[in-house]
């Protein structure tokens, strides 16, 4: 098989040129190391590296969308029912995607990405603006099942389209404001008439973001009051307040800021579980944990020192991790029938919320033990079953969010911060485990080590997946001065 840069077709009838050009151009993209030292330096270097050739092979060379797998209908679960289309573009993907590819040198890229779903959402009021498109755009994304196929060591059914498609997933929102956030970061900004869409979108959240939805897992048992969802509806009014005064658009700051306490508010009333010390998936249960509350101090709702923070962190170990490192998204019943793998999606959150708060030795540690799991094509899955590592969804996903936050979560340089404010943040938790030389446990990092950290702390970086110091992570946001705690 011959990899094909766009324009090779010239060098049809010379295939010796052809596969000259064609590794001319892949090494022309790939990162380059600079001769006074790489700021991916370090024992993962040829994963960051992998991981960004993974999300460029998942893109669209014409429209510059990224599937978020090549694949359909390969399952979760052998002989199970759990197999879905995923040869689409999520927009949940973006912000994830965006911070990668920047932080990889290839900023260009992410703004073409940026534009082509701003693009996109441009065309529709922010309440009929979908989770995912087609490669093309396409809206219509009808999900039907192929009776007459068999399915991957018959694991019925195999499905083309996606009806998470025409679910209501509320942290969208959130995902294109971080999106948007990273693009200012790297002094990439937006037009007025772009502004106005942005605009649209953080006004629509002020008016739902209390409203039942299905999800970042796109549960399909009907809408609920999802903690995680509600997190991200902050998000995309803290964001927006953010970009409005600090590049001068007009909005509604005074509402926003409302809007964003009372969300605050009703997740620290609601969504907190004081008997297990830890967040939850929805409002009114009890005994559900989800992974997404490793993101909780990510994108600045808490510090990572607050100890509802650290008991999350501690609960998501005790009760979803397995082999040392494979996390589960959640312990609940999702209405479908079957089992799942890990998500390494979850394990990247994980080592970021542990080396973000000073667990240094721990989240390299467990990083280690992920890295283990890469295959002989340096290809992590988005899945993997523990405890024998079978990689039973790795087709469906060399993923882009396996390859973007695994890029993240194992290189050395976080995302800038566009402000000054959350740059002192930053580099306040970096300095804090940097200079001490022991995380919250008893082992000591070596001198070189902080010293890249401390190198770095001028930069950070939503995760989503990366997230982590030093290694590529999502934007850590300081809490608002006088916000409830």
């Not at 094909?4 to 295939?15: S, V």
């Not at 509320?170 to 869409?197: K, M, P």
């Not at 973001?209 to 997190?231: C, H, L, T």
Request: aromatic share 8%; net charge negative; proline share 5%.
């Amino acid at each position: 098989m011959l990899l094909r840069c766009t324009g090779a077709e010239d060098a049809d009838t010379d295939p010796a040129a052809a596969l000259s050009d064609t590794v001319e151009y892949w090494r022309d993209w790939c990162h380059d190391c600079p001769s006074e030292g790489c700021v991916f330096g370090g024992p993962w270097h040829d994963h960051v590296v992998r991981s960004g050739l993974v999300l460029k092979l998942l893109t669209h060379a014409e429209s510059g969308a990224i599937a978020a797998a090549p694949t359909t209908s390969l399952p979760e679960d052998i002989g199970g029912v759990r197999n879905w289309d995923y040869r689409y573009n999520w927009l949940r993907d973006a912000g994830f995607t965006v911070q990668a590819l920047s932080n990889l040198g290839h900023a260009d890229a992410a703004a073409d990405y940026v534009s082509w779903f701003v693009d996109l959402c441009s065309a529709s009021e922010p309440e009929s603006i979908q989770p995912l498109y087609g490669l093309h755009g396409e809206a219509e994304l009808t999900e039907r099942e192929l009776d007459h196929l068999s399915g991957y060591r018959d694991s019925r059914p195999v499905r083309v389209g996606n009806g998470a498609a025409g679910q209501r997933q509320l942290d969208i929102y959130g995902e294109l404001l971080l999106a948007v956030d990273e693009l200012y970061s790297h002094d990439r900004g937006l037009a007025d008439d772009e502004w106005a869409l942005v605009r649209g979108v953080v006004d629509y959240v002020t008016e739902v973001w209390d409203e039942p939805d299905a999800g970042i897992w796109e549960v399909r048992d009907g809408p609920k009051q999802f903690v995680y969802s509600k997190v991200l509806s902050w998000t995309a009014l803290d964001r927006g307040i953010d970009i409005a005064e600090t590049h001068g658009f007009d909005a509604p700051v005074e509402a926003w800021r409302a809007a964003r306490t009372a969300v605050r508010k009703s997740v620290l009333e609601k969504g907190y579980d004081e008997d297990i010390g830890a967040f939850v998936q929805t409002y009114g249960d009890e005994e559900t944990l989800d992974a997404t509350g490793l993101l909780i101090p990510v994108v600045g709702f808490l510090p990572f020192d607050d100890e509802r923070v650290q008991g999350t962190i501690d609960a998501v170990e005790s009760r979803l991790l397995e082999a040392e490192v494979l996390v589960r998204r959640y312990d609940g019943d999702d209405g479908l029938p079957g089992d799942e793998g890990a998500f390494v999606l979850c394990a990247c959150w994980l080592v970021d919320a542990l080396a973000m708060s000073g667990r240094v030795g721990e989240a390299a540690d467990r990083l280690a033990t992920l890295v283990e799991y890469v295959n002989s094509l340096g290809l992590l899955a988005e899945e993997l079953t523990p405890p024998t590592g079978a990689i039973w969804a790795t087709t469906r996903r060399p993923s882009a969010t396996s390859a973007s936050s695994t890029a993240r979560s194992t290189s050395a340089r976080p995302v800038a911060s566009p402000s000054p404010a959350r740059r002192r943040w930053a580099s306040a938790w970096v300095s804090r485990w940097a200079s001490t030389g022991t995380d919250r446990g008893t082992r000591r990092t070596s001198t070189a080590r902080r010293r890249r950290r401390s190198s770095s702390a001028r930069r950070y970086c939503h995760c989503g997946v990366a997230h982590m110091s030093p290694f590529i992570r999502a934007p850590i946001k300081r809490p608002s001065v006088g916000s409830p705690r």
